[in-house]
């Protein structure tokens, strides 16, 4: 079974960065099929795509967060990253990630659901 | 970017009952529609993908159908288990916007 997990601390303070690693368990980031996505939630509201990234490092971002968002992987730990940068009190929310889209050799965009998420884990944004 | 239009916001609803839930996109999106169904905070479950596709282990009162710019949800017989808010999501294209959620109350 996949299991996803995210870890970061839970306060951060405006202006700095929000750092966020998602551990992942019964799949290899390394085997290339997926992409690995990062997924807000504020609290009371709906939930907003952040951005995903593929352990050959092909990325890609929602255009609404301005460019303040850096995935990164790191295979050897089967782990991928969030950094989101320049933060205020509008990102504060359930962060989590999950797992998808499906990766195409082929080169097809990819528009896959998004199969298994982790638990989530809450960031406040406050002084 | 496709914007994604649920209704109803709020559903009562009595444990037995039909359920229908419709999504709505802006533009057509083909078959890229997936269905999730999320409890109290709790992570997002996959229910249904590619607008019709159930997700492996989801009972088959569950059911999804459309295509183009308009999809629905659709509980046969409403469990005890099954109130939760659910949100429907394009995958055609970033920023694979989710709709703002429904969420289903027992009456």
């Known amino acids: 079974q996949v299991q996803l997990q995210e870890s970061g601390p839970g306060l951060v303070k405006p202006s700095q960065t929000l750092s966020l690693t998602c551990s992942v368990s019964?799949?290899?980031?390394?085997?290339?099929?997926?992409?690995w996505s990062w997924i807000r939630q504020p609290p009371g509201k709906g939930l907003e795509w952040i951005g995903y990234?593929?352990?050959?490092?092909?990325?890609d971002h929602n255009a609404s967060l301005q460019s303040r968002v850096i995935i990164s992987v790191e295979t050897s730990k089967n782990q991928f990253s969030l950094k989101l940068v320049s933060v205020t009190a509008a990102d504060t929310a359930l962060y989590f990630c999950?797992?998808?889209?499906?990766?195409?050799?082929?080169?097809?965009?990819?528009?896959?659901?998004?199969?298994?998420w982790g638990q989530g884990t809450m960031v406040t944004v406050s002084s | 970017d496709i914007q994604m239009t649920q209704s109803p916001s709020f559903l009562f609803a009595f444990v037995g009952d039909r359920v229908t839930i419709t999504c709505r996109a802006s533009q057509n999106i083909h078959n890229y529609l997936n269905w999730y169904q999320q409890k109290s905070g709790t992570a997002p479950k996959l229910l249904v993908y590619g607008a019709s596709s159930l997700q492996r282990g989801v009972p088959s009162r569950f059911s999804g159908s459309g295509s183009g710019t308009d999809f629905t949800l659709t509980i046969s017989s409403l469990q005890p288990g099954d109130f939760a808010t659910y949100y429907c999501q394009e995958s055609y294209i970033n920023p694979y916007t989710f709709g703002g959620g429904t969420k289903v109350e027992i009456e």
């Open positions: 999950a797992r998808g889209p499906n990766y195409s050799d082929t080169g097809d965009y990819p528009r896959d659901a998004l199969d298994f």
């Open positions: 019964g799949d290899s980031i390394s085997s290339g099929d997926y992409y």
């Open positions: 990234i593929h352990n050959s490092g092909n990325t």
